[in-house]
């Protein structure tokens, strides 16, 4: 099963609103990344945040990480139609045998109107 | 840099029929490569662990019979569905990590397998 649980589920918003996503996880983490997905396409990394940080910023998106609540936030801002998308959050479980291997959330599909 | 291609993009075959994926690190090298499966408005569902020159660790549920991966170099990998049926079909998902560094993986475009 998923590690990651995101809500909400589907976020449908507004031109220049904020959009915020959640994931959770269960396991303690090296790293937790998100991702977006635009239909039927392949993953774009946005962002990469390690255990040891609590926040993180890359131009319009913020992205905060709680590893005693094991939970993760992606906040974009100033949303643009084009942000319109799947996002993903996937973590790097620590202590695992594979290299790298992710685990990934059920995602949030969010819709940006213009 | 850190260009992943997969190639066909998409496929159509017939039920019984074997299909080989390509998954390539065009400008990097790439020790472990990782291949997802994706079902339509679900998430990834990581199939497979593959490092180059050693068998591949399959997660639990996938049958390494049916989907043979062959990490031959350090920029290609194959993932190669074999005696498909419509079940199978999917967005398969490949993804690179490089030899060093933080453990970003780089994802390729995806192939659509339909199977009728």
């Known amino acids: 099963s998923q590690q990651g649980e995101e809500d909400p589920q589907a976020l449908s918003i507004q031109e220049g609103e904020n959009a915020t996503m959640n994931c959770s996880y269960k396991t303690s983490i090296n790293n937790l990344q998100w991702y977006r997905q635009n239909s039927g396409r392949g993953l774009v990394h946005l962002i990469l945040i390690r255990s040891n940080e609590r926040e993180k910023h890359s131009g319009r998106l913020r992205v905060t990480l709680d590893t005693s609540k094991k939970s993760s936030s992606l906040l974009i801002t100033a949303s643009r139609a084009a942000d319109t998308a799947s996002y993903f959050c996937?973590?790097?479980?620590?202590?695992?045998?594979?290299?790298?291997?992710?685990?990934f959330g059920q995602g949030t599909i969010l819709t940006v109107h213009p | 840099g850190a260009v992943v291609s997969q190639h066909p993009s998409w496929v159509i075959c017939k039920s019984g029929t074997s299909v080989k994926i390509e998954c390539r690190s065009l400008d990097f090298q790439a020790t472990t490569m990782f291949w997802y499966r994706q079902f339509p408005k679900q998430s990834l569902m990581l199939m497979a662990t593959s490092n180059e020159g050693s068998k591949a660790t399959y997660e639990q549920g996938v049958e390494k019979d049916k989907f043979l991966i062959n990490h031959a170099s350090l920029t290609l990998s194959t993932l190669t569905v074999t005696s498909a049926h419509p079940e199978d079909s999917s967005f398969y998902i490949c993804?690179?990590?490089?030899?060093?560094?933080?453990?970003?993986?780089?994802f390729g475009p995806g192939t659509r397998l339909t199977v009728l």
């Open positions: 993804s690179a990590s490089r030899t060093s560094g933080a453990n970003e993986q780089f």
């Open positions: 996937a973590t790097d479980e620590a202590g695992g045998t594979s290299y790298g291997k992710l685990t």
